[in-house]
């Protein structure tokens, strides 16, 4: 039997081609996943997908990857993934969960249930960077998929505006910091922060600069983390936590926001004392 023609699709086809390609083969629903807030040292880690449509009902004017982007034309983008997107979901991480799971735990298991949580099911996934098992469909691993797949461009303008709408939030209860200009990644700005008033309790106390400002010493990365006792405790990443209701999004009947949780609790790497994350500076 003669193997199927193999699907060739150049990167200067545009941003839909290879999601059209592989649509030519029979998966109509192909969901793009993505994550914001990785290399950031304090605030959530948020994970997003979305299925767009078929066809010229799926292009999105001004869609690119969404550090491309300006706040403002993001802003923009994401309010027509929302209007346009067959299905969407975002989950947020707390960093006390990836204090105490891994940042890479935890991004895994948040593409993992965004991806679950889309409202259609998925028939092929593409994701950003790196690949995302247990998913039971096939999938693939783009390098700067966000460039390539209007899929993951979607789920990265998601995955960011929601983030940084959290970060302007943090920055009213934590006005020292400076969250709603740099987002929680690591700046002049940020470090200065840092040394002078030492770490609140949205900063990831796993990351060496954070566990530095802390005085912490030896001690595991929660020992020291302080307790806001006006803002109740968010559930863990590896309970099992329902969605719960869209959180500063606007309500759509295909979109989900939720606090992400993995599939069962699972053993996992404990987080290095001193072991630098990505973002981290020692």
Not at 77 to 90: F, G, H, R
Request: charged share 25%; proline share 8%.
């Amino acid at each position: 039997m003669l193997a199927p023609p193999r699907t060739v699709v150049r990167r200067e086809a545009g941003l839909y081609a290879l999601e059209q390609a592989l649509q030519r083969r029979g998966f109509r629903h192909v969901a793009g996943a993505d994550e914001a807030g990785r290399g950031a040292c304090a605030g959530p880690l948020v994970a997003a997908a979305a299925i767009l449509p078929e066809g010229r009902r799926g292009e999105i004017p001004g869609l690119a990857d969404s550090k491309l982007l300006t706040p403002a034309a993001r802003e923009r983008v994401y309010d027509q993934v929302v209007a346009k997107a067959l299905a969407w979901s975002v989950m947020i991480i707390p960093p006390a969960e990836v204090d105490a799971r891994g940042l890479h735990v935890c991004n895994l298991a948040a593409m993992r249930r965004a991806l679950a949580s889309l409202a259609v099911r998925p028939e092929y996934v593409l994701t950003d960077g790196f690949g995302v098992d247990g998913l039971g469909v096939p999938g693939l691993a783009v390098w700067k998929g966000d460039r390539v797949a209007a899929c993951v461009a979607a789920a990265s303008v998601l995955a960011k505006v929601t983030r940084d709408r959290l970060m302007v939030e943090l920055h009213d209860r934590f006005p020292d910091y400076g969250f709603a200009v740099h987002k929680g990644y690591i700046t002049e700005e940020h470090s200065t922060a840092l040394a002078t008033h030492g770490p609140c309790s949205e900063h990831r106390f796993s990351y060496v600069n954070v566990a530095a400002a802390s005085g912490r010493g030896n001690r595991p990365p929660r020992a020291r983390r302080p307790v806001d006792p006006v803002i109740p405790a968010v559930p863990s990443l590896f309970d099992d936590v329902s969605v719960t209701e869209p959180l500063l999004l606007p309500e759509a009947a295909e979109g989900t926001v939720g606090v992400a949780s993995g599939e069962q609790p699972q053993p996992s790497p404990s987080v290095g004392e001193d072991s630098a994350m990505e973002g981290e500076t020692r």
